[in-house]
């Protein structure tokens, strides 16, 4: 339990408790006195136009870039279920490929290919370039999340609703898709949470007019504004904290359900 306590308090505790001062301190000279500090740098970042650009667009991108990773997901984990051929491991090999490779490469893979000339039209310089992005980054872990959930699924569910003269289509929405359920949230979770705060992406990628959490906050630590960029990075942290909240309770709630 020491060690479990100390890891967490220089992992979580301490950088945490460094972002809040960071962001409340007036005099970064003085001690973090009650006098010396102030919630006003984070209404300062909620009225600033681009700070509230940045955080709408970075949700939006998130959410359709986790939303698309876990349709593709769904669909090669099923494709590949109880079948070993050929074709399917190259599937499921592919899909988690985004792992192999640093983001920064994804990237610039990203640029070289969408940006060639000879295409006859391109999400280059749109923000569906950035949807495509997260959908490729986030793709292995909702992979991962799917296929456990897909490995609880046994197939005599699918035969008895067969028997019961159930269609395809009605297999897979009554069937199939309740039992991939956790694992479809956890994959769309994770790959949301990370889609909001991710960085080498959105630097590279993004419309140079587009504005984006991660980036803006590496903007303001460049342009010297410390408080702004740490109170707009604990914003962040907040709305992903109310994010998870409202997911597990639905989950909760559904149990309970159930």
């Known amino acids: 339990m020491f060690y479990i306590g100390l890891i ?6 301490i950088p945490y408790i460094s972002i809040i001062l960071g962001a409340m ?23 600033m136009r ?3 650009e940045a955080l ?6 998130g959410f359709l870039g986790a939303t698309l990773s876990i349709i593709i997901a769904v669909a090669v984990a099923l494709s590949a279920y109880r079948r070993r051929g050929i074709a399917n491991r190259i599937n499921d090999f592919l899909s988690v490929g985004p792992d192999t490779v640093p983001n920064i490469v994804m990237a610039v893979g990203f640029i070289l290919l969408w940006n060639a000339p000879w295409l006859p039209a391109t999400p280059y310089g749109t923000r569906w370039i950035l949807v495509l992005g997260f959908a490729a980054s986030f793709l292995p872990m909702a992979i991962q999340n799917v296929e456990t959930s897909l490995e609880s699924l046994s197939p005599t569910f699918i035969e008895a609703a067969q028997v019961a003269g159930a269609s395809s ?9 309740p039992q991939l359920l956790p694992g ?10 990370v889609g909001i705060r991710e960085l080498v992406m959105s630097s590279l990628i993004r ?18 504004h410390r408080a702004e960029a740490m109170a707009m990075t604990l914003i962040g942290v907040v709305s992903s904290i109310i994010v998870l909240t409202v997911v597990r ?8 359900k159930n």
């Open 8 to 13: 967490f308090a220089l992992s979580v505790v």
């Open 25 to 47: 301190t007036i005099l970064r000279s003085q001690l973090p006195t009650p006098q010396n500090l102030t919630f006003d740098y984070f209404g300062i970042v909620l009225n």
């Open 207 to 224: 419309p140079a007019e587009l504005q984006l959490l991660s980036p803006w906050i590496m903007n303001q630590f460049e342009q010297g």
């Open 56 to 61: 709408l667009n970075s949700a939006t991108l």
């Open 249 to 256: 309770v639905l989950q909760q709630r559904r149990a309970v």
């Open 184 to 193: 479809i949230i956890a994959g769309w979770l994770l790959a949301f949470l």
């Open 50 to 52: 681009s700070a509230q």
């Open 169 to 177: 289509s009605t297999t897979f929405a009554r069937v199939i898709i």
